[in-house]
T-cell receptor
């Protein structure tokens, strides 16, 4: 089965350090999401891309978070500088979205997540 | 605002009993709705999705969901729950022109043996 690959699976870092999380979407998928999951806030949408263009990053703290898609096979989420409140599980998801009558391809596949701990 | 709501935070059922998890939506047009399941320490797995057509949707693992426009609901059901179904279940909907997937707060399912 095709899958979304996220690296690293776990990351422990000290406050103030830069953190980079990577995501390899399923080949051919044109939409990529970044979510953050915490006990308190649940699943929060941070940013999403369609055809590598950022469509919405309003969920991200702009001063420290950045999301990019250098190419169609890689999405990155960076935090600089990291803070203890950034500790969470970060999920990437990819899917194929298109306009038109046939929208049966909607339905996004999630990676296994990156568990980030900032101490 | 367009959203999905899961009114139950925790649900406990006995193994073999039937299950229904509630999801209500708030969308102006016909929404695209999904149910995902998350086991501890795992990512989210798609159970089923609804776009249009038949209001009763069949999914994996014996789950089904029924879209009811009159009640703005998309409840997930299973006739007989197995202990391995214990997990957290998320309802989700598409917004923002059909790209932005937003989630409910989740329902934690516990199965008693």
């Amino acid at each position: 089965d095709a899958r979304v690959t996220q690296t690293p699976r776990h990351k422990v870092t000290e406050m103030g350090q830069e953190v980079t999380m990577r995501c390899q979407p399923i080949l051919g998928h044109n939409t990529v999401f970044w979510y953050r999951q915490t006990m308190m806030q649940g699943l929060e949408l941070l940013a999403y891309f369609r055809n590598r263009a950022p469509l919405d990053d309003s969920g991200m703290p702009k001063d420290r978070f950045s999301a990019e898609m250098p190419d169609a096979t890689l999405a990155t989420l960076k935090i600089q500088p990291s803070e203890p409140r950034d500790s969470a599980v970060y999920f990437c998801a990819s899917g194929l979205s298109r306009r038109g009558l046939n929208r049966g391809s909607y339905g996004y596949t999630f990676g296994s997540g990156t568990r980030l701990t900032v101490v | 605002a367009q959203s999905v709501t899961q009114p139950d935070i925790h649900i406990t059922v006995s193994e073999g009993a039937s299950l229904e998890l509630r999801c209500n939506y708030s969308y102006g047009a016909t929404p695209y709705l999904f149910w995902y399941v998350q086991s501890p320490g795992q990512g989210l797995q798609l159970l089923l999705k609804y776009f249009s057509g038949d209001t009763l949707v069949q999914g994996i693992k014996g789950f089904e969901a029924e879209f009811k426009r009159s009640q703005s609901s998309f409840n997930l059901r299973k006739p007989s729950v197995h202990w391995s179904d214990a997990a957290e279940y998320f309802c989700a909907g598409l917004t923002g022109g059909g790209n932005k997937l937003t989630f409910g707060t989740g329902t934690q399912l516990k199965v008693e043996l």
